[in-house]
């Protein structure tokens, strides 16, 4: 097979992972390189000390909480708005044999009125003055919305669902977002991932493995790690996510994860849909791939420097257009050095450190030693632009540019 070739996934991996990776591919932009030496591609952050800023946004209309300013932890809440209820219906001509035009006539209620469970709304006429007066009950409670004079039905709006935006990070509140929300910033230490599922938690780093090539098992797993988040090595294994899952652990780190036992955890393939929404009770971050992976030294090497530490983490990851990372963040003292910002574009250069998404290579790390201004032809007949690279174990590898990622450290 030429190293050149955009091969398929290796018959190893699921049709999820393959789509996951395929996606990856895609999503480069080819006509935004810069020509010659020089090219732009996404990358992940590793790094000890960085300035990140979080968009903490409403999905509706709602009311801003805090102030420019403010100092946040990642579980206070900063917005807020009220989602309208659902809209119930009790239908009483029906229930009570009646034209809609009489149904004014029995009720109980009016527009406006709170209802609460098994309230008398509408009563009929006794039969002959000895039967009982059928009733109508409501089934919901609300508040009495609107009576329709075609059906003759009431229309009960439940109450409205407050929805809570938190800061996620710890940190200050940048910019406010009327009615909209906020943008908080944080000086912190952040590792970006490849892969994750589950949403945003909030927990105490562990490092639970002695180094990177070590798989997290259950035994790795303790009674007294409800709360945290683990760090594992190469990978977690079914029993470990699954002991992690009971004892009420929020999250767990490694470099990999075997794709049947995501699915197996999961109860579903994760698919290449953006993920984040998963109904789990813990988060899983991957940083290198697929399968059991060593993780790299100098991201094990930065966590293992915030044992201890409370962190946010989240699993969401979008690998299409909207670039998505999963991501830990633990804020730092902000009483040191001044620290780098978070770059919003990543160069592609000779030194630069990265990692390799499609195979033969997938997974594996590496630094960039010449970027060829021509086109190279793959077996598909495609022209695209490639880098050479030494990879962590010595080999030296030609790949399409579209095939890596930049793996930014600081």
Same mark, same amino acid.
């Given at each position: 097979?030429?190293?050149?070739?955009?091969?398929?996934?290796?018959?190893? $991996?699921?049709?999820?992972?393959?789509?996951?990776?395929?996606?990856?591919?895609?999503?480069?932009?080819?006509?935004?390189?810069?020509?010659?030496?020089?090219?732009?591609?996404?990358?992940?952050?590793?790094?000890?000390?960085?300035?990140?800023?979080?968009?903490?946004?409403?999905?509706?209309?709602?009311?801003?909480?805090?102030?420019?300013?403010?100092?946040?932890?990642?579980?206070?809440?900063?917005? =807020?708005?009220?989602?309208?209820?659902?809209?119930?219906?009790?239908?009483?001509?029906?229930?009570?044999?009646?034209?809609? =035009? +009489?149904?004014?006539?029995?009720?109980?209620?009016?527009?406006?009125?709170?209802?609460?469970?098994?309230?008398?709304?509408?009563?009929?006429?006794?039969?002959?003055?000895?039967?009982?007066?059928?009733?109508?009950?409501?089934?919901?409670?609300?508040?009495? @919305?609107?009576?329709?004079?075609?059906?003759?039905?009431?229309?009960?709006?439940?109450?409205?669902?407050?929805? &809570?935006?938190?800061?996620?990070?710890?940190?200050?509140?940048?910019?406010?977002?009327?009615?909209?929300?906020?943008?908080?910033?944080?000086?912190?230490?952040?590792?970006?991932?490849?892969?994750?599922?589950?949403?945003?938690? !909030?927990?105490?780093?562990?490092?639970? !493995?002695?180094?990177?090539?070590?798989?997290?098992?259950?035994?790795? !797993?303790? &009674?007294? +790690?409800?709360?945290? *988040?683990?760090?594992?090595?190469?990978?977690?294994?079914?029993?470990?996510?699954?002991?992690?899952?009971?004892?009420?652990?929020?999250?767990?780190?490694?470099?990999? *994860?075997?794709?049947?036992?995501?699915?197996?955890?999961?109860?579903?393939?994760?698919?290449?849909? *953006?993920?984040? =929404?998963?109904?789990?009770?813990?988060?899983?971050?991957?940083?290198?791939?697929?399968?059991? $992976?060593?993780?790299?030294?100098?991201?094990?090497?930065?966590?293992?420097?915030?044992?201890?530490?409370?962190?946010?983490?989240?699993?969401?990851?979008?690998?299409?257009?909207?670039? #998505?990372?999963? @991501? *830990?963040?633990?804020? #730092?003292?902000? +009483?040191?050095?001044?620290? $780098?910002?978070?770059?919003?574009?990543? @160069?592609?250069?000779?030194?630069?450190?990265?990692?390799?998404?499609?195979?033969?290579?997938?997974?594996?790390?590496?630094?960039?030693?010449?970027?060829?201004?021509?086109?190279? !032809?793959?077996?598909?007949?495609?022209?695209?632009?490639?880098?050479?690279?030494?990879?962590? &174990?010595?080999?030296?590898?030609?790949?399409?540019?579209?095939?890596? @990622?930049?793996?930014?450290?600081?």
């Amino acid at each position: 097979m030429s190293a050149y070739h955009a091969s398929h996934a290796s018959p190893a $991996l699921s049709l999820g992972q393959s789509k996951l990776i395929r996606a990856a591919t895609n999503s480069r932009d080819w006509r935004k390189r810069k020509p010659l030496a020089s090219a732009y591609t996404p990358g992940l952050t590793v790094s000890g000390d960085i300035v990140v800023r979080r968009v903490r946004r409403l999905p509706i209309k709602g009311e801003v909480l805090v102030k420019s300013g403010a100092k946040v932890g990642p579980l206070d809440v900063v917005a =807020q708005a009220m989602l309208p209820g659902v809209l119930q219906t009790i239908k009483v001509a029906e229930k009570l044999g009646i034209e809609a =035009q +009489d149904v004014h006539s029995l009720l109980k209620v009016k527009v406006g009125d709170s209802i609460v469970k098994d309230q008398l709304v509408a009563e009929g006429k006794k039969l002959f003055g000895f039967f009982k007066a059928p009733a109508v009950t409501s089934e919901h409670v609300g508040t009495l @919305e609107s009576i329709s004079e075609v059906t003759g039905n009431l229309l009960i709006r439940e109450p409205s669902i407050p929805v &809570d935006i938190k800061a996620y990070i710890q940190g200050t509140v940048h910019e406010v977002l009327p009615e909209e929300g906020v943008i908080v910033e944080t000086r912190c230490a952040m590792v970006q991932g490849i892969f994750g599922v589950g949403g945003e938690r !909030v927990g105490v780093i562990r490092i639970a !493995v002695s180094d990177p090539g070590k798989v997290l098992e259950a035994s790795d !797993v303790l &009674d007294s +790690d409800s709360g945290k *988040i683990l760090v594992g090595g190469a990978g977690m294994s079914y029993d470990a996510i699954m002991k992690a899952s009971s004892l009420g652990v929020i999250g767990l780190i490694a470099g990999g *994860i075997r794709d049947s036992d995501l699915t197996k955890f999961l109860g579903f393939d994760i698919g290449v849909a *953006i993920t984040g =929404q998963e109904p789990i009770n813990l988060t899983l971050l991957v940083t290198e791939g697929f399968g059991y $992976l060593g993780m790299a030294e100098r991201t094990f090497t930065l966590l293992r420097s915030l044992e201890g530490q409370t962190a946010s983490i989240n699993g969401a990851t979008q690998i299409r257009a909207g670039v #998505i990372r999963p @991501e *830990i963040i633990a804020p #730092i003292a902000a +009483d040191v050095a001044k620290p $780098l910002q978070a770059p919003d574009t990543f @160069e592609l250069k000779k030194g630069t450190p990265i990692r390799v998404i499609r195979e033969p290579y997938f997974g594996k790390l590496g630094t960039v030693t010449e970027l060829p201004a021509h086109l190279v !032809v793959l077996d598909s007949g495609t022209e695209v632009r490639v880098l050479r690279a030494k990879l962590s &174990d010595g080999e030296d590898v030609t790949v399409p540019r579209a095939n890596v @990622e930049i793996i930014a450290t600081h």
